[in-house]
Every structure is written in structure tokens, then in C-alpha cells.
């Protein structure tokens, strides 16, 4: 191989060597890049699957939590995991964890969220929702402009 390659001139040479060289890095890509990036819509796919799952198990829960605190009557409280989930994907806002409580009320974990977006998300539950912000607890985020936040709604 070496005599064949060595009998070669040198821009033949040259031609085999970057030939060589693009067929390695093609190698990659079909080998290593193309699984891992089949794999990780395969899960981004898979995960908001799960996302949405979990949505209308939150639902289920809020309602019925509301309806044993009302004897299993139909009252006027929202369902206020809904409509958490509704007004944080219009505003942009990932959800990380969602807790209600035996009071009612509902715990909400937003990580990483642009503070701009969150002020915008707050302002349209209190004041075009009625809902009742009664905790907040903000910490910086690794990014300038986000934030983690930790909030408790009641309806008010």
C-alpha cells in the first residue's frame, strides 16, 4: 500500500489523502452523529408525549381535588392546573413541577424562565384571571435575563 501511494504523484497523492479524509469524516456522521440525532427526536418526540400526558393528569387531579372539597358539587372554582398550563404556554414559560395542595392552592416551579415573560405570565394571572399570587420566591438562573422561580396561587 505504502509503494502503490508513494509510487502516486504528488497531487494525486494529495487527491487520496483529502478523499481519505472526507470518507472519515462521512464515516462519523453515518456511524455516530446520525444515530444519536435519530435518537434524540426519537425522545423529543417521546417526551412531549409524556408532557402532554401529564397535563391532562394534573387536570384530572385539580378536579378531583375540588370536587371533595365541595361534597361533589359542581362549584365555580376553575381548574387552576388548566389554566396554569394554558397561560404559561402562551407566555413561553416551561412548567418543571406543578403542586396542589389539600387548600387548594397550587405550587408552580418554572426554571430557567426570561424574567420579561414571567412578569407578563404573573400580570395575566392576577389581574385578567382574578387568581390570587400569594408567594413568590426568585433566584437567578445561570443566564443574565432568567430566572427560577417558585410561586403558590390561590384562587382569590
Aim: proline letters at 1%; a negative charge; aromatic letters at 6%.
Amino acid at each position: 500500500m505504502k509503494e502503490w501511494f508513494a509510487g502516486l504523484d504528488q497531487r494525486e497523492q494529495l487527491s487520496v489523502v483529502a478523499l481519505g479524509f472526507v470518507l472519515g469524516l462521512y464515516l462519523i456522521y453515518m456511524l455516530a452523529w446520525a444515530p444519536l440525532s435519530e435518537r434524540r427526536e426519537q425522545l423529543a418526540q417521546q417526551n412531549e408525549g409524556v408532557a402532554q400526558s401529564l397535563q391532562r393528569v394534573d387536570a384530572m387531579v385539580s378536579e378531583i381535588m375540588s370536587l371533595r372539597e365541595g361534597g361533589g358539587a359542581s362549584t365555580t372554582q376553575r381548574n387552576l392546573t388548566s389554566l396554569i398550563n394554558q397561560s404559561t404556554g402562551r407566555h413561553g414559560l416551561q412548567v418543571s413541577r406543578l403542586q396542589p395542595n389539600s387548600r387548594g392552592d397550587i405550587q408552580v416551579r418554572l426554571e430557567n424562565a426570561v424574567f420579561d415573560d414571567l412578569l407578563a405570565w404573573l400580570d395575566e394571572i392576577e389581574n385578567r384571571e382574578g387568581l390570587l399570587v400569594t408567594e413568590v420566591a426568585i433566584t437567578r438562573a445561570g443566564t443574565t435575563g432568567r430566572v427560577n422561580v417558585t410561586i403558590r396561587i390561590a384562587q382569590a
